[in-house]
């Protein structure tokens, strides 16, 4: 266990849940002016751990902000697993994606929920947000592969049902191919993405070749993978939870800034030789 | 119509005589008696046979044995038939030559057509004398009238090969006579799918309905033949062989809005993202041509298509697609007055729901959510359950910071899986029916040929 909650405005960050959720289920019941930014520090690749709040210098529109609330890998998190399941998935890469999954509801920690969407050129809420494991892994056998492939659909999808909920939310996505039939425009989602806080993570199998994935992960601070093959898909999926795990939580109340628009954001860590990654920025 | 008498091709040799016999006769050039034998057009000899013997709408004998013919003899026809046109079109370049490379250079003169198209003398005699190439040369002549017939049945030929039987069976006989080369452009869930290069079929039909088009015989079943044929190849997304068809299609009929708006199509799905996408590498992107100039020539064949035609039912669909390249373009203001129209004036329900829905996205694009809103509540009132107006409305809410509404919407989804969305299958929505026309074409073409 890394750092410590800094509980420097509680009221309005952090509860606990009622008595028929989860007991012990802290979870943010106010999103309000406050913003909060998933932040990765890393040194050479690996994460940076103990840092404390004076060590982050946050800027809102190049205003420097005071950050109220700082956690670890204490917050129980919600993981969205977007799934690509279209005609080019069948075989062995559609057991590698449903081992995979497994293997990410797995190591969910007890108070972690996880919700499954998958696509097609259809949209499937396969499973909402729920701590069921064992109905998760029953929603991942039953994907079935065929058609063609809607992904920025889809992402809309995975970012309503992360936004669903006030905790802390991370989107999974895979996807073997190129978006050929959504309804959306990609600015469109990329709009909503800016108005949450969830982070995006996409995996592709084989080289990205439209920037949507890549645009959605930067926007939110996640990241976009290649990979060569969908054997290498668990590992992967894993090793950016994890990496999202040791992910520091900072909060703060804008101050100084304009109280609409888009606002960019700069986190900068006073660790020497330490680089940051977070979001680019939030919509108001 | 005067009475033929069949010459088969063993009474070729009896064909000259009663050639030179006529000559003899005639104090005006006389264009029957050929000069040399036809042999080096052997190919297009049996091919017009061949055709004779074809049943139109059916994959019979005739479709069969052309299916099996070396893709490079298909091309060589097309090269003679265009010949034959170039010869029967312009009275000074009779005698034309035609060279293809690996092939002997090849002239055809109007003595040789009695030969090459097994007709009767008789057709070349008019007042009791005989014909001179200009009489010949006349679109309403016995023999041009002949040979269109001829040349009808056999591009029907062509068609029934390429769009009446499985196109998989014909993929595996074309392989397996290696008769076809192959082609990329056909996409499928964004991977390009090598499919039969059909080009010269093609080509050949439209070459023989060219020559159809210019007799007082078909002229109109051309028209159709050709609008027929785009939209089949259309709905079937065959980018590969159509996208050259409706090009050609629309250089020989410039003046028929329906191709304007079949070619704007094609254009407009070749600039889709999926197609876009599986080009980008290699020689194909260039092929294809980028995803701007696509949607330009989209836009500049839906507004021919509303100036040749702007007040038929097409007109409407002409405005959605013209309304949905400009929004593409991210000219939402320019694009709404068209789709506002196409909404209003289109019947079919999964047109309409389109321009609704991207009358929608225009509306949001310029930042005006509640007409946005509207317009996808227009379009959910046509298809409460499809995908794409839940997500849009989602989209709106989320924007709005109502996810309760976000949520809700995309809930609905859950329990449409499996359902159609209109959009799915916007790319070809245009020429849904496709079999009711061509059947329409085969009985009509029939009718002629009684």
């Given at each position: 266990?890394?750092a410590?909650?800094h509980?420097?405005?509680?009221s309005?960050?952090?509860?606990?849940?009622s008595?028929?959720?989860?007991?012990?289920?802290p979870?943010f019941t106010s999103?309000?002016?406050i913003?909060r930014?998933?932040?990765?520090v890393?040194?050479r690749?690996?994460p940076v751990?103990g840092?404390k709040?004076?060590?982050?210098?946050?800027?809102?529109n190049?205003?420097p902000q005071?950050i109220?609330?700082?956690?670890g890998?204490?917050?129980?998190?919600?993981?969205?697993?977007?799934?690509?399941?279209?005609?080019?998935?069948?075989?062995?890469?559609?057991?590698?994606?449903?081992t995979?999954?497994k293997a990410?509801?797995?190591?969910?920690?007890p108070?972690?929920?996880?919700?499954?969407?998958?696509f097609t050129?259809a949209?499937?809420?396969?499973?909402?947000l729920?701590?069921?494991v064992?109905?998760?892994?029953?929603?991942?056998d039953?994907?079935?592969?065929?058609g063609?492939t809607?992904?920025?659909?889809?992402?809309?999808?995975?970012?309503v049902?992360?936004?669903?909920?006030?905790?802390r939310?991370?989107?999974l996505?895979?996807?073997?191919?190129?978006?050929?039939t959504s309804?959306?425009?990609?600015a469109?989602?990329?709009?909503?993405?800016?108005?949450?806080?969830?982070?995006?993570?996409?995996?592709?199998?084989?080289?990205?070749?439209?920037p949507f994935?890549k645009?959605?992960?930067?926007?939110?601070?996640?990241d976009a993978?290649?990979?060569?093959?969908t054997?290498e898909?668990?590992?992967t999926?894993?090793?950016?939870?994890?990496?999202?795990r040791?992910?520091?939580l900072?909060?703060?109340t804008?101050?100084?800034?304009a109280?609409?628009?888009?606002?960019?954001?700069?986190v900068s860590?006073?660790?020497?030789?330490?680089t940051v990654?977070?979001?680019q920025g939030?919509?108001? | 119509m005067?009475?033929?008498?069949?010459?088969?091709?063993v009474?070729?040799?009896?064909?000259?005589l009663v050639a030179?016999?006529?000559?003899a006769?005639?104090q005006?050039p006389?264009?029957?008696?050929?000069?040399r034998p036809v042999?080096?057009?052997?190919?297009?000899?049996?091919w017009?046979?061949l055709s004779k013997t074809?049943?139109i709408g059916?994959?019979?004998?005739a479709?069969?044995?052309?299916?099996r013919?070396?893709?490079?003899?298909?091309?060589?026809?097309?090269?003679d038939?265009?010949?034959?046109?170039?010869?029967?079109?312009?009275p000074?370049?009779?005698?034309?030559?035609?060279?293809t490379p690996?092939?002997?250079?090849?002239?055809m003169?109007l003595?040789?057509?009695?030969a090459l198209f097994d007709?009767?003398?008789?057709l070349?005699?008019?007042?009791?004398?005989p014909m001179?190439?200009?009489?010949?040369?006349?679109?309403?002549?016995?023999?041009?009238?002949a040979?269109?017939?001829?040349?009808?049945?056999?591009?029907?030929?062509h068609?029934?090969?390429?769009?009446?039987g499985?196109?998989?069976?014909?993929?595996?006989?074309l392989?397996?006579?290696?008769?076809?080369?192959?082609?990329t452009?056909?996409?499928n869930d964004?991977?390009?799918?090598?499919?039969?290069d059909l080009?010269?079929?093609?080509?050949?039909?439209?070459?023989?309905?060219?020559?159809?088009?210019?007799?007082?015989?078909?002229?109109?079943?051309v028209?159709?033949?050709?609008?027929?044929?785009a939209a089949w190849?259309?709905?079937?997304?065959d980018?590969a062989?159509?996208?050259s068809?409706?090009?050609?299609a629309?250089g020989?009929?410039?003046?028929?809005?329906r191709?304007?708006l079949y070619?704007?199509a094609?254009?407009?799905n070749?600039?889709?993202?999926?197609?876009q996408?599986s080009?980008q590498n290699?020689?194909?992107a260039?092929?294809?041509?980028s995803?701007?100039?696509?949607?330009r020539?989209?836009?500049?064949?839906?507004?021919s298509?509303?100036?040749?035609?702007?007040?038929v039912?097409?007109a409407?669909?002409?405005?959605?697609?013209?309304?949905?390249?400009l929004?593409q373009?991210?000219?939402?203001?320019?694009a709404?007055?068209?789709?506002?129209?196409a909404?209003?004036?289109?019947?079919?329900?999964?047109?309409?729901y389109?321009a609704?829905?991207?009358s929608?996205?225009?509306?949001?694009?310029?930042?005006?959510?509640?007409?946005?809103r509207a317009?996808?509540?227009?379009?959910?009132?046509?298809f409460?359950?499809?995908?794409?107006?839940?997500?849009?409305?989602?989209?709106l809410?989320?924007?709005?910071?109502?996810?309760?509404?976000?949520l809700?919407?995309?809930?609905?989804?859950?329990?449409t899986?499996?359902?159609?969305?209109?959009?799915?299958?916007?790319?070809?929505?245009l020429?849904?029916n496709?079999?009711?026309p061509?059947?329409?074409?085969?009985a009509?073409?029939?009718?002629?040929?009684?």
């Amino acid at each position: 266990m890394r750092a410590m909650l800094h509980f420097t405005c509680v009221s309005v960050l952090a509860t606990v849940l009622s008595a028929q959720d989860a007991p012990q289920r802290p979870v943010f019941t106010s999103r309000g002016e406050i913003v909060r930014l998933d932040v990765l520090v890393a040194d050479r690749g690996r994460p940076v751990l103990g840092l404390k709040p004076t060590d982050f210098i946050v800027l809102d529109n190049d205003v420097p902000q005071t950050i109220e609330f700082m956690s670890g890998d204490e917050l129980p998190l919600n993981v969205i697993l977007n799934f690509d399941v279209s005609g080019s998935v069948a075989g062995q890469r559609l057991q590698d994606l449903r081992t995979a999954g497994k293997a990410v509801l797995d190591s969910l920690r007890p108070r972690d929920r996880a919700a499954l969407v998958s696509f097609t050129h259809a949209v499937s809420i396969r499973s909402e947000l729920t701590s069921d494991v064992a109905q998760l892994r029953k929603a991942l056998d039953q994907s079935q592969p065929g058609g063609q492939t809607s992904l920025i659909d889809a992402s809309l999808a995975g970012l309503v049902v992360a936004d669903s909920d006030a905790g802390r939310s991370l989107i999974l996505t895979f996807s073997d191919g190129v978006d050929t039939t959504s309804a959306l425009p990609p600015a469109s989602v990329i709009d909503v993405a800016r108005r949450t806080e969830v982070v995006v993570f996409g995996v592709s199998a084989g080289k990205l070749r439209t920037p949507f994935l890549k645009d959605l992960a930067d926007t939110t601070g996640g990241d976009a993978v290649e990979i060569q093959s969908t054997s290498e898909l668990r590992d992967t999926l894993l090793r950016l939870l994890n990496e999202y795990r040791q992910r520091y939580l900072l909060a703060y109340t804008p101050t100084g800034v304009a109280a609409s628009g888009y606002h960019t954001v700069k986190v900068s860590t006073s660790r020497k030789g330490a680089t940051v990654k977070t979001r680019q920025g939030y919509e108001r | 119509m005067n009475v033929r008498t069949a010459i088969g091709p063993v009474a070729f040799t009896c064909a000259l005589l009663v050639a030179a016999s006529l000559g003899a006769q005639s104090q005006s050039p006389q264009v029957v008696a050929p000069r040399r034998p036809v042999l080096v057009f052997a190919q297009l000899q049996n091919w017009i046979q061949l055709s004779k013997t074809h049943r139109i709408g059916e994959v019979d004998d005739a479709v069969r044995t052309l299916a099996r013919w070396p893709y490079s003899e298909i091309e060589r026809i097309d090269s003679d038939l265009l010949l034959l046109n170039l010869l029967l079109e312009d009275p000074k370049a009779v005698d034309p030559i035609v060279r293809t490379p690996g092939v002997p250079a090849r002239k055809m003169a109007l003595g040789d057509l009695p030969a090459l198209f097994d007709l009767s003398l008789e057709l070349f005699v008019a007042n009791g004398r005989p014909m001179g190439p200009a009489d010949v040369l006349k679109p309403d002549s016995e023999p041009r009238q002949a040979i269109a017939r001829i040349l009808m049945r056999a591009a029907m030929m062509h068609t029934d090969l390429l769009t009446a039987g499985s196109r998989d069976e014909l993929n595996k006989t074309l392989a397996a006579a290696g008769s076809a080369g192959l082609a990329t452009i056909r996409v499928n869930d964004a991977d390009q799918r090598r499919v039969a290069d059909l080009r010269a079929y093609w080509s050949v039909a439209r070459t023989a309905m060219d020559q159809v088009a210019r007799t007082p015989v078909g002229a109109e079943v051309v028209r159709d033949w050709y609008a027929t044929t785009a939209a089949w190849l259309l709905n079937q997304r065959d980018y590969a062989n159509g996208t050259s068809h409706v090009e050609a299609a629309r250089g020989v009929l410039p003046g028929e809005a329906r191709l304007a708006l079949y070619l704007g199509a094609i254009y407009e799905n070749l600039a889709s993202p999926g197609i876009q996408a599986s080009f980008q590498n290699g020689q194909s992107a260039t092929m294809i041509g980028s995803r701007r100039d696509l949607l330009r020539k989209a836009e500049f064949q839906q507004r021919s298509a509303l100036l040749l035609e702007p007040d038929v039912a097409d007109a409407n669909l002409a405005r959605l697609r013209l309304g949905h390249a400009l929004l593409q373009m991210a000219r939402p203001d320019e694009a709404l007055p068209f789709l506002g129209a196409a909404e209003s004036g289109i019947r079919r329900t999964e047109a309409k729901y389109a321009a609704a829905f991207f009358s929608g996205l225009a509306h949001a694009q310029l930042g005006n959510r509640a007409e946005a809103r509207a317009a996808f509540e227009r379009a959910s009132a046509i298809f409460p359950d499809a995908q794409s107006v839940r997500l849009a409305i989602a989209q709106l809410a989320m924007l709005g910071s109502n996810r309760d509404e976000a949520l809700a919407s995309i809930q609905a989804i859950k329990t449409t899986d499996g359902a159609t969305d209109p959009l799915w299958a916007y790319d070809i929505d245009l020429v849904w029916n496709v079999t009711g026309p061509l059947a329409l074409l085969r009985a009509n073409i029939n009718e002629r040929l009684k």
